[in-house]
Structures are given as C-alpha cells and as structure tokens.
C-alpha cells in the first residue's frame, strides 16, 4: 500500500465517524420514519386544544334550544356561529358565558343587501329596514321568522 | 512508457469506466430520481382517509365567520394580513374589469363598492391551503419542516422551521405566512387536532349556510365525493399541477 494512502484511510475513518455522530445527534428522533420530515410532529399537531365545541356538544345542555332552532331557518346554523367559541363554556357553565352578539350590523353580516351575496339568503337594506330599532326588538335570533312584535 | 503499454492501460481505463458508468445507470434505475419523491399517495386501501376540502361558491353569503373562526381556534394574530383562510368578493364589471376586495379576510363582512348597474356578475370565493398531494411549497424545504401527512394534509413543523420564507414563495395560492411571534412558517392544517378527533374544522363548524364542505376522498360515501358528483367541480391553477384537493363548485375563470 502506497504510505499516503496508509496516513489518508485512517483520517478519512476519523471524519465519516465524526460526521455520523454529529448526525445522529443533530437529527431529530421520529426523522425520516414516513418520509423526509420528523414523524412526530404528527403527534404533536394532533393534541392542540379545541377552542370551538361544536354543535352536538352544546346539545348536553341546550337540547332544547337545539329543538326549537330546528323548526326555523336559522336552523343550518350552528351556535358558535352567532357565539363564538364554546370549550370554554362547556368546561365552566356558570362563570364562563359566551359571547352574546349584539346590533344591527352582526346580522348585517349575513343579511345586508350586497349584488354578490348569494341569493339562497334573504337580504334586507339596512338603511331602509326598520332603521330606528335593533334587530332582536322584532325578530327573534333563535327563531327569525317570528315576530317578537 | 512503451506504446504497447499505453494500450493496455487504456484499455483497462475504459473497462472499469465503462463498469462505474453502467452501474450507476442500473442503480439509478431502481430509485427513478424525481420531483415529487416527497409527494405522498392517496393510499389504495379504502378504509384509510384521504382528506379533501369542497367549497359550493354558489352557497357563499360573504359572512366572513370562517376567516374569524379560524383565527380563533388556531390562535392566529388579530393582524389583517396573517390569514389561513379568507374570503375574497369578486366582482366583474360590464367593461370586463374584474375587482377583487378582502377587507380584513372578510372577518368585518363586506360591503360593495360598485353601483349595482355596473356590475355583470358579483361573488366570493372563500380561499384556503389546498391540500396539495405534490406540494410546490413541501418540495421547496430545504430541512424537511413542512411535510405531507400519510392522510393528505400539508402541515408545517414548527420546532424544525428555519423561518427562510422559501415556501411563501412557491405556494402559488398565497397561502402560506410567517408567523411574527415564532418566526415561523405557518399555514392551514385543516384543524389536524379536531379531525382526527372526528370533529369537522372550525371553518366548516361555522358556514351557515354549508358552502363549505369536508371529507374523506377514499370513502365514496362521505358528503364530499357526493358533492363532487353533483355538481361540476374544479381546483385553482389546474394548469400548475399542483395535485390541488381543494375543490369549487361554480369557479369562474376569472378567479386567480
């Protein structure tokens, strides 16, 4: 064997084990496992919170108002919709309450009268519709169709 | 050197160039080299999911309470311009001029600018990651934060980002920002933590008029290959090849 080759092998042995071991301590664990990305971060995206219930879990305790909504229009639409979001609630019922909207300019959001707004949603002109009064004086939200007055 | 010797080392020089140069085209042959060698697949076994997203432009009122729910459920800065879904009103004038507003994602609601007999036609189109399956933005990662889940979702890592902003550039839906308080990349994960806890994601929690639809790909049953079946669907950007799975009904080719 040439002598270089004799001084060069052991050095180049040196650097591929220096190389692996930094390696397997800068790679993360669960690297590579399904693909080129750390694994667990799966996992880890898997256990955040959920802020928003959803509709079946206010039914526990609101079944009846559930009930009721069925029988209208507003029915399609959950209660987070209108009061945001409900863990909070749910987990403290009695010193937590969701957010309760108020104006006229909430049920604008949906309602006003706007040319790309699709024609599936009744549209009313908020300057011309009842201007003096809020919303929820006449209609009831739970149930829109019927007049408080 | 005599000649003689020349040839003979010539000789062996081209042999053993000629082993290496046909080996590694045999190797090469057994793992093809390509782009999408990170894109995962719909996977063939019909009981695993295979997320996708469908959106019936013609249902959209505008509301905006998806872009605020989402804002909420995924702790994302009030700011108007970090969003992981909008919406965007479009509106086409008579001339042929096309408008397109997003006050605030749409969180505000909206109001139209354009006096109603100016207008030819005038709708929203709600936006969000599409969920690609050969991601421009999972290819354009230089340290592997930002993946394709085995179920077809697009996800970011964000212990392992490097903050380098290369796939905010190569999302070519814009749908992708950089987090300011972690300096990370951030986008739509389609609610990973409710869907695969069975829950639907907050923005579809929250559409009241169902314009927005989840589900399952791989499940013929699932609400979303109905409505692919029912109505004439099609993704953005079809041309880029993106393997978008987020679906419209009713999409104008207006719509970029």
């Not at chain 2, 040839?7 to 062996?12: Q, T």
């Not at chain 2, 709708?123 to 999972?138: D, R």
Request: with cysteine; aromatic share 8%; charged share 20%.
């Amino acid at each position: 064997m040439p002598p270089q080759l004799k001084r060069l092998i052991p050095l180049f042995a040196i650097f591929i084990f220096l190389f692996l071991a930094a390696r397997s301590f800068l790679v993360p664990k669960s690297f590579g496992e399904q693909g080129h990305y750390r694994f667990n971060s799966i996992a880890e995206n898997k256990e955040k919170a959920m802020i928003y219930a959803g509709k079946e879990a206010c039914d526990d305790c609101h079944s009846d108002r559930i009930q009721e909504m069925e029988t209208d229009l507003h029915k399609g639409i959950s209660c987070e919709t209108c009061h945001g979001p409900g863990s909070a609630h749910i987990a403290n019922p009695d010193s937590i309450k969701p957010m309760i909207p108020k104006g006229r300019d909430f049920c604008g959001m949906c309602h006003s009268l706007n040319p790309s707004r699709s024609k599936l949603v009744h549209q009313v002109d908020l300057k011309e519709h009842n201007v003096t009064e809020n919303c929820i004086e006449c209609h009831n939200p739970h149930l829109p169709c019927q007049m408080k007055k | 050197m005599s000649n003689e010797e020349i040839g003979k080392s010539r000789r062996k020089f081209i042999k053993k160039a000629a082993t290496v140069g046909s080996l590694l085209v045999t190797t090469s042959l057994f793992t093809p080299f390509n782009a999408v060698v990170y894109a995962v697949e719909r996977p063939k076994d019909p009981s695993k999911t295979w997320w996708g997203y469908g959106i019936d432009i013609e249902k959209c009122i505008g509301c905006g309470r998806c872009a605020n729910a989402c804002k909420t459920e995924n702790n994302i800065p009030k700011q108007p311009f970090y969003f992981r879904t909008w919406v965007e009103q479009y509106t086409i004038k008579n001339d042929g001029t096309v408008k397109v507003e997003s006050p605030n994602g749409g969180i505000d609601g909206f109001v139209q600018s354009v006096p109603p007999e100016d207008i030819f036609k005038a709708f929203f189109v709600p936006k969000l990651c599409n969920h690609c399956y050969k991601s421009p933005c999972v290819q354009a990662c230089p340290v592997g934060a930002t993946y394709e889940t085995p179920d077809g979702v697009v996800m970011v890592d964000e212990t392992y980002c490097i903050g380098c902003r290369y796939c905010v550039q190569a999302c070519p839906y814009g749908c992708r920002y950089i987090n300011p308080a972690k300096n990370v990349a951030d986008k739509c994960t389609l609610c990973y933590h409710r869907i695969s806890k069975g829950k639907t994601t907050a923005c579809v929690e929250v559409c009241p008029t169902h314009a927005r639809i989840l589900g399952n790909l791989n499940d013929p049953k699932s609400p979303l290959v109905k409505f692919m079946k029912e109505h004439t669907c099609l993704v953005l950007k079809p041309h880029l090849n993106t393997g978008s799975k987020c679906f419209y009904n009713a999409l104008s080719g207006e719509v970029r």
